[in-house]
């Protein structure tokens, strides 16, 4: 295995797991800056007012992209294996 080969598989490796953590943590990100606001404007300052709605939101969007995230893995780790024997050599 060369140095370029062992670079490319890092490289597809960090892509995918941006693509799969991607989302997941934009949501939580708008929602816990959306109920900051909220909570500053209201002045409620409640802890599990924080952790609710991101916990909801994060939970909608796993169901929503779930299936999507699962076939990129899948296909991910396929395209890996069927190269298997090449990156040993």
Not at 22 to 42: C, F, N, R
Request: net charge negative.
């Amino acid at each position: 295995m060369t140095d370029a080969t062992v670079l490319e598989l890092t490289n597809q490796f960090f892509l995918i797991c941006l693509k799969l953590g991607g989302p997941t943590l934009l949501v939580a990100l708008v929602v816990g800056v959306a109920v900051s606001i909220l909570q500053a404007v209201t002045q409620v300052q409640e802890a599990t007012l924080t952790f609710v709605p991101k916990a909801i939101a994060i939970a909608l969007t796993m169901l929503i992209c779930g299936s999507w995230m699962l076939q990129s893995l899948i296909s991910y780790s396929a395209e890996l294996l069927e190269h298997l024997p090449q990156y040993v050599r």
